[in-house]
């Protein structure tokens, strides 16, 4: 089984400040999602990696596989970023669920 | 809006009480998936199912069932239900299998008293 770990658990930080979330899994995968909740509840899909990086306007996601680390990365952030970020994890050898961290708590002041 | 409906938004039973949530995946996508979120267990995969046939199960209770039919829409069973079913409820679909990217639906919030 996968363990999934994320840090930190909470963070807190001013607006326009850089951010890192970062993601440690322990055993081979075939992709990686970056997820955001809202305090509503609704979750929204920011990436899918399976290598390298990928951006999305001021969102950043990186992963390393030999690592088997990945980070999330908020640059300039805003108020409206404060949400839970989790990261999960897709097994291989065709395993198809998903494997979820803790979630990390963000909270950005103005 | 992700394209996935999930019906009812929020559910109140009694213990002992069977429940029926329903998910409409996003148009064009054959691979369902339920998870659950509760306080003390976090997010956990319940069950995939692709082009109506179950694909893979996870830490699904033997009290909780699921299908797809022919349309794609799922249903999650929920059976004899205890206080520590009380959870959110998320329906997610992709276009297949594999990886491609998860849209999720927004939720059943499933009460349990």
């Known amino acids: 089984k996968n363990e999934v770990e994320q840090s930190p658990q909470n963070l807190t930080a001013q607006e326009g400040e850089f951010i890192t979330i970062n993601c440690s899994y322990s055993v081979g995968i075939s992709a990686l999602h970056w997820l955001q909740q809202h305090p509503g509840g609704g979750i929204v899909s920011l990436f899918m990696l399976s290598s390298g990086k990928k951006k999305h306007g001021r969102l950043i996601a990186t992963i390393n596989i030999q690592e088997k680390h990945s980070s999330l990365h908020i640059t300039a952030s805003h108020p409206r970023d404060s949400a839970v970020y989790i990261c999960?994890?897709?097994?291989?050898?065709?395993?198809?669920?998903?494997?979820f961290g803790k979630g990390t708590h963000l909270i950005i002041q103005p | 809006d992700s394209g996935v409906t999930q019906t009812p938004k929020h559910l109140i039973t009694a213990t002992g009480q069977r429940v029926t949530l329903r998910c409409s995946p996003r148009s064009g996508d054959l691979s369902v998936y339920w998870y659950q979120q509760s306080l003390d267990q976090g997010l956990q995969f319940l069950i995939q199912?692709?082009?109506?046939?179950?694909?893979a199960k996870g830490n699904i209770l033997e009290r909780f069932s699921a299908q797809q039919f022919p349309d794609l829409h799922s249903e999650l069973n929920l059976s004899s239900l205890e206080l520590g079913d009380s959870a959110l409820y998320f329906c997610?679909?992709?276009?297949?299998?594999?990886?491609?990217?998860?849209?999720f639906g927004n939720g059943t919030r499933l009460t349990v008293t």
């Open positions: 199912y692709y082009n109506g046939e179950e694909r």
């Open positions: 999960a994890v897709r097994s291989g050898g065709g395993a198809d669920g998903l494997t």
């Open positions: 997610a679909s992709s276009l297949q299998t594999g990886v491609s990217p998860l849209h």
